[in-house]
């Protein structure tokens, strides 16, 4: 390694209480950067890093991490550093850090505003690839993975400037939005839906994507992972609601909710949303199943995250001139979950509680007794 890269490998690294482990050798091309240690993030990272460290020997392997979180790193690097004593695993101060450092980048982050802000704002992604690929290296190579659920203008947007970074450097950025869930992140079963202008970037990818996942589809041109994983989304929340609704409906005439939920699950009703997460408490006793319902909505998909990836899908089908009458109504719906202090943390069946306590309120039964 030059002199002037070990100098920029040092400065990147930042004090831990956890210690970082073997040090010495840095090569780009063996360093994988995380960005965005949440609820999905932790889970990808972790399976990422013990599946990378397992599968290759080489001192030279590094892992570095970032989060505005200071406590999501601490976990993270005690966790790690007394699992695997003797290998890199570091964190940075920055997504520069993070970029002067690495051949390959995955984040993992709320939203648009987060992803400008960690690829092109100050001491972003690109400011570091910038600096580092004319100060040090001209011919640096980095892949960014963003596994992200983001306006798909905005990954576009950003792909471009990560692209164009730098004329001597080999820069790309990929959208790979995930579908399984914090269970199928533990797992390793998520399945990755890319958007890559370039064959050989989603090939170059896939290997690392297959750490985290037991799937990974190549949609097309950039953006695209985003488009199939938003409209996945949209089917998602109005399927929930329709279910929610024909649960609400049975049971309010007295049905048990396991009987009524083995009706629809043997009938053309059965959708993901009935048959896996039924949303009303108790639907799917007797079955393989133990759906968040069970455990007043714990655990699962936030409602505020479906709350925001409605409000992208209905972005989306505007452009296009995409009618979406349903889906305005469930975004509406789930603005107002995700915008409630109790609901809003809460798996997205909670709509089922929702509705529920609304039967209640006044001008429910107003409305009730018109009809
Ligand atoms: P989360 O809020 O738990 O995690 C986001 C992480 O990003 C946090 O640790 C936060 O501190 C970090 N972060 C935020 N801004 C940052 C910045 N500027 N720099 C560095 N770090 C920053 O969210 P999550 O549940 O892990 O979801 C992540 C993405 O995955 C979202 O887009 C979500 O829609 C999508 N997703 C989530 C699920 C799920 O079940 N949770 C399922 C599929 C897809």
Known sequence: MLPSARLAFRHTLRRSTASSSAGGVHDRSKTIGFIGLGAMGKEMANNLLTKTMAANSDAAVTFVVHDTFEQSI???????????????????????GIAKLSGTIVTMLPSSPQVEQVYTQENGILEGLESYASSNDPQASTLCIDCTTLDPAVAVETAAKI??????GVFDMIDAPV??????????????????????????????????????IHCGKNGNGLIAKIAN????????????EAMLLGTAHGLPPSVLAGIINTSTGKCWSSEVNNPCPGALEGTKYSPPADRDYEGGFAARL??????????????????????????????????????????????????????????????????
């Open 179 to 216: 579908s399984g869930g914090v269970v199928g992140a533990n797992a390793g079963t998520l399945s990755f839906m890319v958007g890559s202008d370039s064959t050989e970037s989603f090939q170059r990818a896939e290997p690392y994507l297959s750490l985290m996942g037991s799937r990974s």
């Open 163 to 168: 692209k164009n970074a730098n004329s001597h």
């Open 233 to 244: 989304n949209l089917l998602l929340g109005i399927s929930m609601l329709g279910v929610t």
């Open 74 to 96: 601490t976990r993270f690097l005690t966790a790690n550093t007394s699992l695997h004593p003797k290998r890199n695993i570091i964190a940075a101060s920055s997504p520069a």
């Open 306 to 371: 479906m709350a925001k990836d409605l409000k992208l899908a209905m972005n989306t089908a505007k452009l296009e001139g995409v009618p979406t009458p349903l889906g305005q109504l469930t975004a509406s719906i789930y603005e107002a979950l995700g915008g409630n202090d109790e609901y809003m943390n809460k798996d997205f069946a909670v709509a089922f509680k929702a509705l529920q306590a609304a039967v209640g309120r006044e001008e429910f039964r107003q409305g009730r007794e018109k009809v």
